[in-house]
């Protein structure tokens, strides 16, 4: 089966830093899209960012100029770089991946969660 497992999550001040990690494991025969959403408690889940397998980026408005998506293929991870955080931006953090397996069958996947809590 393949998993996705997040991590780095925490609580930091408004203006701090985090950096969280997904790393895909399991049957993996091709990891595709690769992308980070969020939910703030009463909200929807949104789209953060994604990252294509060839490395083409996309941010939501809401974090363009602070985060940053970006992925390592040899290690089957994506990262969020975030930067200048804002109470706002305090959510659970999820990991979804399009991951063909190695049947050849290919879904979207979602990791578990990682809670990011921005406060003072």
């Known amino acids: 089966q393949v998993q996705l497992v997040e991590s780095g999550g925490g609580l930091v001040q408004p203006g701090g830093s985090l950096r969280l990690s997904c790393v895909a494991s399991g049957s993996i025969f091709r990891i595709n899209t690769m992308g980070w959403y969020r939910q703030a408690p009463g909200k929807q889940r949104e789209l953060v960012a994604t990252?294509?397998?060839?490395?083409?980026?996309n941010h939501a408005d809401s974090v363009k100029g602070r985060f940053t998506i970006s992925r390592d293929n040899a290690k089957s991870t994506v990262y969020l770089q975030m930067n200048s955080l804002k109470p706002e931006d305090t959510a659970v953090y999820y990991c979804?991946?399009?991951?063909?397996?190695?049947?050849?069958?290919?879904?979207?996947?979602w990791g578990q969660g990682t809670q990011v809590t921005v406060s003072s």
């Open positions: 979804n991946a399009n991951i063909m397996d190695t049947y050849r069958f290919t879904r979207a996947y």
């Open positions: 990252v294509t397998g060839g490395g083409s980026t």
